[in-house]
């Protein structure tokens, strides 16, 4: 009895010893005696106790720091460096196998491999190419780790320069530089402001003069326009006055030519005849001196009208 318990209990404890799980994050190699025997994907899988040895690796994406160091510029200045390699394993049998079997430790290879490639791609660099093309530094040293990391089953993923700082002294004077630069940034604001707001006060007054010279134009062509309109009126009623002057001393300038006439004609008669309801009969009396008296046809046949002295007018007997 208790030789079968002591079995049982062998038996379960070789059992959970055999038994790994792989999650999907992981690959595995299994080894017997040392020697590779098989690849192992995510899921359940089986060894012997004590003869095989599975080895479980990590096949997502991972970071190394470079860690900082002190790189010599080609203008000879001390700068340190620091950046950062993300990398990781490739899922594939072969890859992981050599990232197991062909190199001893991949992330400290990695590590010194970035340190020392950073030193060969900066120091051909003044500090100011270096603090300036930071992406094509980066490009650099993410092509010599692609090509090194292959063999060991690694794909690089990507490469970031953290910081290039120079050393004290000549980082006071370049901050000073840039407060410098920033000063005279700010001036040039505050300049190119106070023009531009001058330049609104120039426009807004020209605007304005501009409106009050069309305003006073408007003015003094409606007061024009006014004054033609006044002339206009004035020299169409003058002209009416003459027109209406014209037509009244041509009728009388008319009958004094016939008057003239008669007068010269009958300049010893005392008499004159002339049909009845003439216009000329008012204006011969008072050229003539004479008073107008109507006379009947039946008086006198061959006369209209006769012709008296007029009596004389009051002036000329005060006279």
Not at 77 to 95: G, M, R, S
Not at 242 to 255: D, L, M, R, T
Request: charged fraction near 30%; proline fraction near 4%.
């Amino acid at each position: 009895m208790i030789e079968i318990i002591i079995g049982i209990i062998v038996l379960c404890v070789f059992v959970g010893l055999s038994i790994r799980i792989i999650r999907p994050t992981h690959r595995a190699i299994i080894e017997r005696f040392g020697k590779y025997k098989r690849f192992a994907k995510p899921g359940l899988s089986f060894i012997i106790p004590f003869v095989e040895r599975l080895i479980q690796v990590d096949i997502t994406e991972r970071m190394v720091d470079a860690e900082k160091q002190e790189i010599i510029t080609k203008d000879r200045l001390n700068a340190t460096v620091d950046a950062q390699v993300y990398f990781k394993v490739k899922p594939n049998e072969d890859d992981v196998k050599a990232s197991q079997y062909n190199v001893r430790n991949y992330k400290w290879q990695i590590v010194n491999l970035a340190r020392t490639t950073l030193r060969n791609i900066i120091g051909n660099l003044s500090y100011d190419e270096a603090n300036c093309d930071r992406k094509k530094i980066n490009g650099k040293l993410e092509e010599v780790l692609r090509k090194e990391a292959a063999p060991w089953g690694i794909e690089l993923v990507r490469t970031e320069l953290k910081e290039i700082e120079p050393p004290k002294p000549v980082q006071e004077s370049m901050n000073e530089v840039i407060k410098a630069e920033n000063d005279k940034k700010a001036a040039v604001d505050l300049a190119t402001a106070t023009e531009t707001e001058a330049d609104g006060f120039k426009r807004a007054a020209i605007k304005k003069a501009q409106g009050q010279r069309e305003a006073e134009i408007l003015e003094a062509e409606g007061i024009a326009k006014a004054i033609e309109l006044k002339a206009d009126a004035k020299a169409k009623a003058i002209k009416a006055v003459n027109e209406a002057g014209n037509k009244y001393f041509v009728g009388n300038a008319k009958h004094l030519k016939a008057l003239e006439v008669t007068q010269a004609s009958f300049e010893n008669n005392s008499k004159i005849i002339v049909p009845e309801g003439s216009s000329i009969v008012n204006l011969v009396g008072d050229m003539a001196g004479m008073k107008i008296v109507p006379v009947k046809e039946e008086s006198l046949k061959p006369h209209k009208a006769k012709l008296e002295p007029a009596e004389p007018k009051p002036e000329s007997r005060r006279k």
